[in-house]
């Protein structure tokens, strides 16, 4: 006796696909949010905090190469006059021997030096040292000068950039407490008559 069933089709299904969702990511949604637009949501605060991050981002990128400059100007005349007075009181020096050398004003010195490796005894050694004669750290160097100029650099900037982004932070704060205030106030016409329609 047959069956009434008849023959089943089978679907074969390999792997189940993924949905292919948009994944929006933060930058997405905060770059979204910001643009111009008629949105009848957006009220006048959205549009200002959308203004005033962009004045702060035109603001930061046409200011930083300036701030970088003086920044950077008064790192290296800070340097440059260290460098000059070093070099104006430190004074190379001949030592005789291990542990004597003249000083600027003429007077035999007696003390420990720091010599290279393998310096032979009796060998001439070139040290700087102070206008009293005492051992010295060699002036800065040109390439020390540079480096702090630039590092002087990018703190400008980077103090710059700071700046700008507490300033953003300080208005958005007040701005959502003006957006909050506005849904209280929005909430309180609406929600009783809301309540009266459920």
Not at 52 to 61: C, K, P, R, Y
Not at 122 to 129: D, E, L, Q, R, S
Not at 177 to 182: P, S
Request: hydrophobic content about 45%; overall charge positive; charged content about 20%.
């Amino acid at each position: 006796m047959k069956s009434g069933r008849g023959p089943r089709a089978v679907r074969r299904y390999g792997k189940p696909q993924r949905e292919r969702r948009h994944r929006v990511t933060r930058l997405g949604r905060f770059v979204c949010g910001r643009r111009p637009d008629w949105n009848p949501l957006r009220r006048a605060s959205d549009h200002c905090e959308t203004a005033v991050l962009a004045m702060l981002l035109i603001t930061f990128f046409a200011a930083a190469p300036f701030i970088a400059q003086a920044s950077g100007t008064i790192a290296h005349a800070a340097a440059h006059r260290v460098q000059l007075a070093e070099m104006a009181s430190a004074h190379r020096a001949q030592p005789e021997a291990l542990a004597r050398w003249t000083a600027p004003d003429g007077k035999k010195v007696t003390g420990e030096v720091p010599l290279p490796p393998a310096t032979v005894a009796g060998a001439t050694v070139t040290i700087w040292t102070s206008q009293d004669g005492q051992p010295a750290d060699p002036p800065l160097q040109n390439s020390q000068v540079a480096g702090q100029t630039n590092i002087a650099e990018a703190f400008g900037v980077i103090a710059l950039a700071a700046t700008l982004i507490v300033v953003g932070l300080l208005v958005r704060r007040v701005l959502d407490r003006h957006r909050m205030a506005a849904w209280d106030r929005d909430w309180l016409a609406i929600g009783p008559r809301w309540n009266r329609q459920r």
